[in-house]
């Protein structure tokens, strides 16, 4: 557990219970357009690189952020604009005002989403299937990112509209978006901590003895660029995996990811010979049960998408520190495939 948050909006310097002179921040709204911050450099912080110092007593802002503001002149050391590598010393005032940018050229469109929770600095949606997250080539447009600018334009001024992971465009579930720069900041230093909880449900092909940890490098596949594999050397990538109900070739499985790479569950239950349901890229040939009715038959030849669902989601709020957590009930189509293949045949524990 991370320690609570000292507030930021302050009147005079002042200095946090370890002794250490806090930001003096202005008292205007958090998505204004501007950001004006100044803080003293400290004995412990004297002798040091300015965007160091500046990342340590900016806490709420990225180093590579803080970096573009010292190159332009919006952070300047008592009045003066000085390099990032330069030196900073005890007692120089660091005062940072900064313009909030609109970042990239995407429009807003008038898409539904599915809101689960809302604050002003957190936007919590259950992402149905077929919806992308991001533009990219072949998806200029009709994304995630293009309804969160309708839904909330402030947006606009946040790095990729405040998305800080992301899910497939066919995997459906739970996401959290940031809607200020701080929370953004926050969020994706929890995520690189390992300590935002994303747990999955997802179907498989075969039926699994017992859980177990998938602990297997990912990175491109070296003759499909458009595919990820386990790959030696690739960015380290850990899945665990336990069962929640056996069927007679299948296996509904609850997947919780250590890290996030691309295609990580759909890569790591390929690679141990357990492929998604519905997997168009890692399921490999279709596999009929010997004896399935028909319902099912056409149900595994025709499921559309591969059957993976984030279902629960666990945090702790920017602002305060306290736990949040949101689950999202299976959709559909994966309620569908698992009653069929109730009826066809549910093994005991």
Not at 19 to 28: C, D
Not at 41 to 63: I, K, M, N, Y
Not at 89 to 97: F, G, I, P
Request: charge should be positive; hydrophobic fraction near 40%; aromatic fraction near 4%.
């Amino acid at each position: 557990m991370r320690q609570a948050k000292k507030p930021y909006l302050t009147t005079a310097p002042g200095r946090n219970q370890k002794g250490l002179r806090v930001p003096v921040r202005s008292s205007e709204p958090l998505m204004s357009e501007r950001i004006r911050l100044s803080a003293q450099v400290t004995p412990e912080c004297g002798g040091q690189r300015l965007d160091q110092v500046a990342a340590r007593l900016f806490p709420s802002h990225s180093r590579s952020r803080l970096q573009g503001w010292i190159k332009d002149g919006s952070l300047t050391v008592d009045g003066r604009q000085v390099r990032p590598r330069d030196t900073v010393y005890t007692d120089e005032l660091l005062e940072l005002d900064a313009e909030l940018e609109v970042q990239g050229d995407w429009l807003p469109q008038a898409i539904d989403l599915d809101i689960v929770y809302e604050d002003h600095a957190l936007l919590v949606i259950n992402k149905p299937a077929g919806l992308v997250v991001h533009p990219a080539a072949g998806h200029h447009d009709g994304t995630l990112l293009n309804a969160l600018l309708h839904h909330a334009p402030e947006l606009a001024k946040v790095p990729r509209a405040g998305i800080v992971h992301r899910l497939d465009k066919d995997t459906t579930g739970l996401m959290v978006v940031a809607k200020t720069l701080e929370a953004q900041t926050d969020l994706v230093i929890q995520l690189q901590n390992r300590t935002v909880t994303r747990e999955y449900e997802c179907v498989v092909v075969g039926v699994m003895t017992a859980g177990g940890k998938v602990d297997q490098p990912i990175a491109r596949h070296g003759n499909n660029r458009q595919k990820m594999a386990v790959v030696a050397g690739g960015k380290e990538a850990v899945s665990h995996y336990r069962v929640i109900s056996r069927f007679r070739a299948h296996t509904h499985v609850k997947v919780k990811l250590e890290t996030g790479r691309t295609h990580q569950i759909r890569v790591h239950m390929s690679h141990i010979n357990y492929p998604l349901v519905g997997d168009p890229t890692y399921g490999g040939r279709l596999r009929i049960p010997p004896g399935a009715t028909q319902e099912l038959i056409a149900m595994l030849r025709e499921f559309p998408r591969q059957a993976l669902h984030a279902r629960r989601l666990e945090l702790e709020h920017p602002d305060d520190n306290r736990p949040m957590r949101w689950e999202a009930p299976l959709p559909a189509d994966m309620q569908a495939l698992l009653a069929l293949l109730r009826q066809d045949g549910e093994l005991e524990e």
